[in-house]
């Protein structure tokens, strides 16, 4: 029985070994297989020296180097916009605003001038009548009080000599006409006393007495009231005159000077009138000028976007029957020669790139030419991927840090236009003679990079020192020579 025990349980270890080294065997078969599928598929490479150099790949998008604002000098409704990607030259009419309206309020300011001209005019002549009016009555009213002045220092004077010796000549003329009617009155009455006369005959002689004698009382009451001298109530009437008359003289010079700085005021004032209505004309002819906006550059019409809210807060570009206001930027025109082109740099090439590196683009409009340039502008601090490019609306963050670089370029004749993707090839290291292996032949392990070398003694895995130049060159430092034979995948592309 124990005998039977043995004998199974040796051919059971038996059976374990067998299948272990059967394990090996197939494993070793395998390994040998595919190195010689590896071998089959690839092909040799004699390692050489090349003039290489060392290049950063980035693609990005052309943006123009300058551009000019187009900016409105006018407000309305636009009523005429150069489409985007329009080529105009330089005074090359972009933007015209609809200046009708602009026209009417002219036209309207215009009649409304000539009106206030008018009114003007009219003004003008009131005031030179009513200054004439109120002159000749104050000229009126100065002689009146001039009269007035005379005729009180007359009264108050008294009587010149020639005056009192013409009262006596009066008073002695009426005392003779007196004595004479007196006798002839004297006679008569004797005639009629001796008959020779009637008493009817008498009657005249003595009315002629009677009114020679009034005369005579009238002429020395009057030179009695003469040589007395003017009364008190006389001399105060006068002055009572003169005074009022002064007054009256300094009232109406008072209203002439009142009505006439009122006239004046008035004229004033319609002249304040006419130069506003002329500070706005100007400003209207000068809006009329400014509502065409010309090209100042020969270049390219960008037109800027707006969020028309009309059509549901989609944006658009500015296009006629808008409306806008003055100093709205309505587009951009750029010059097409210089342009620019912005990317984001990874954190691990950052230490490589510096301004002033020159540069190589391609245009995947224009396969066939590149432009040269160099870098403009590194950035200086690093953000995460998806704050400077954004996926949707995520708020996570990838650790993928990158910093924003620009480089610039002339491109000639070439009609780059702004928003075309551009791949950039930034020289890091300039061309230089270097032993080049492909890149596609050099393979990343734990302890560094390999490449697999063909040799009299057989196919070997060798180490290599080096760091990739481009997509295709690696640039070895020690490891393989010039001459040596490297094993590269048959799918890849190697370059002469």
């Known amino acids: 029985m124990k005998k039977r025990r043995f004998f199974s349980r040796r051919r059971t270890d038996g059976i374990a070994v067998g299948g272990s080294l059967m394990r090996v065997a197939v494993v070793t078969l395998g390994l040998v297989a595919c190195r010689r599928m590896q071998e089959d598929d690839a092909c040799d490479y004699r390692v050489r020296r090349r003039t290489v150099e060392r290049v950063l790949v980035e693609w990005g998008m052309v943006t123009p180097l300058r551009s000019h604002p187009i900016d409105l000098r006018a407000s309305g409704t636009l009523a005429e916009v150069a489409p985007s990607g329009t080529r105009v030259k330089k005074g090359d009419r972009v933007v015209r605003v609809d200046d009708r309206h602009l026209r009417e309020t002219l036209e309207n300011l215009r009649r409304e001038q000539e009106s206030l001209r008018l009114s003007r005019d009219i003004a003008v002549a009131e005031y030179a009548q009513t200054e004439r009016e109120l002159r000749n009555h104050l000229c009126l009213l100065e002689a009146q009080r001039r009269v007035a002045h005379m005729e009180r220092d007359t009264v108050r004077a008294g009587l010149l000599p020639s005056e009192r010796r013409l009262l006596d000549i009066r008073l002695e003329l009426a005392r003779l006409e007196q004595d004479e009617a007196e006798d002839e009155w004297e006679r008569q009455k004797r005639w009629i006393e001796k008959g020779?006369?009637?008493?009817?005959?008498?009657?005249?002689?003595?009315?002629?007495?009677?009114?020679?004698?009034?005369?005579?009382?009238?002429?020395?009451c009057e030179r009695t009231i003469r040589l007395r001298g003017p009364p008190p109530d006389l001399v105060v009437e006068l002055d009572r005159k003169v005074e009022q008359l002064t007054r009256q003289c300094q009232r109406a010079e008072d209203e002439r000077e009142r009505a006439l700085e009122l006239a004046q005021l008035r004229i004033q004032a319609l002249d304040a009138r006419l130069n506003r209505k002329a500070a706005a004309i100007r400003r209207i002819e000068k809006e009329l000028q400014n509502t065409c906006v010309d090209s100042p550059v020969d270049g390219i019409v960008i037109v800027r976007l707006y969020r028309d809210w009309r059509s549901g807060g989609a944006f658009s570009e500015y296009k006629p029957g808008v409306a806008k206001w003055k100093h709205d930027r309505i587009a951009d025109i750029i010059e097409q020669g210089q342009m620019r082109i912005f990317f984001m740099l990874h954190e691990a090439d950052f230490p490589l790139v510096k301004t002033g590196l020159p540069v190589r683009i391609r245009i995947p409009a224009f396969p066939h030419r590149s432009f040269n340039g160099h870098v403009t502008e590194v950035g200086g601090v690093a953000r995460d991927r998806l704050d400077v490019a954004p996926a949707g609306f995520d708020t996570e963050?990838?650790?993928?840090?990158?910093?924003?670089?620009?480089?610039?370029?002339?491109?000639?004749?070439?009609?780059?236009?702004?928003?075309?993707?551009?791949?950039?090839?930034?020289?890091?290291?300039?061309?230089?003679?270097?032993?080049?292996?492909?890149?596609?032949?050099?393979?990343?392990?734990?302890?560094?990079?390999?490449?697999?070398?063909?040799?009299?003694?057989?196919?070997r895995d060798c180490p290599v020192v080096g760091r990739p130049f481009n997509e295709t060159d690696y640039p070895v430092e020690q490891g393989v020579r010039e001459g040596d034979i490297v094993q590269v995948p048959r799918s890849a592309v190697l370059l002469p």
């Open 196 to 220: 020779f006369a009637s008493a009817s005959l008498i009657e005249p002689y003595r009315r002629r007495v009677e009114a020679a004698r009034e005369a005579v009382a009238q002429a020395e």
């Open 397 to 459: 963050t990838t650790g993928v840090m990158v910093f924003n670089a620009a480089v610039a370029f002339d491109a000639g004749d070439a009609d780059v236009r702004p928003g075309m993707s551009a791949l950039v090839e930034i020289i890091v290291d300039p061309p230089a003679s270097r032993c080049v292996v492909p890149r596609a032949a050099v393979r990343s392990t734990p302890s560094g990079d390999v490449v697999r070398v063909r040799s009299p003694q057989g196919i």
